[in-house]
């Protein structure tokens, strides 16, 4: 007889698909924005994606982790170092960087 497969669970194909995403993002071949691959340029990653146009902001930090590992796009961003990611003002440290206030 045939072996039957076991079906995940929703929530552990969210979860799988989660870790992915972040491996994704922090690991340095693709775009933590997009998730395209980025383009290689003499061996390394280029600093610009390709697709949707996003590029490092060094002067910008992470809202979750403080690193200054972030990505920005026109209206998206993302951290490379912990993969944080989403809208400019949920990833730019939230209400602190609207009002250009200092992180504490």
Same mark, same amino acid.
């Given at each position: 007889?045939?072996?039957? =497969? $076991?079906?995940?669970?929703?929530?552990?194909?969210?979860?799988? $698909?989660?870790?992915?995403?972040?491996? *994704?993002?922090? %690991? %340095? =071949?693709?775009?933590? &924005? +997009? @998730?395209? @691959?980025?383009?290689?340029? %003499?061996?390394? !990653?280029? @600093? $610009?994606?390709?697709? +949707? %146009?996003?590029?490092? !902001?060094?002067? =910008?930090? +992470?809202? *979750? /982790?403080?690193?200054? $590992?972030?990505?920005?796009?026109?209206?998206?961003?993302?951290? #490379? #170092? /912990?993969?944080?990611?989403?809208?400019? &003002? =949920?990833?730019? !440290?939230?209400?602190?960087? @609207?009002?250009? *206030?200092?992180?504490?």
């Amino acid at each position: 007889m045939a072996e039957k =497969r $076991r079906r995940r669970s929703p929530a552990a194909a969210a979860r799988e $698909r989660e870790a992915e995403e972040k491996k *994704k993002r922090t %690991g %340095g =071949r693709h775009c933590p &924005v +997009c @998730l395209e @691959l980025l383009p290689r340029l %003499g061996g390394q !990653a280029a @600093l $610009r994606c390709a697709f +949707c %146009g996003a590029h490092a !902001a060094p002067d =910008r930090r +992470c809202g *979750k /982790c403080h690193g200054d $590992r972030v990505w920005e796009a026109d209206s998206a961003a993302a951290c #490379a #170092a /912990c993969g944080h990611h989403g809208s400019k &003002v =949920r990833v730019f !440290a939230g209400q602190d960087w @609207l009002t250009g *206030k200092p992180p504490q």
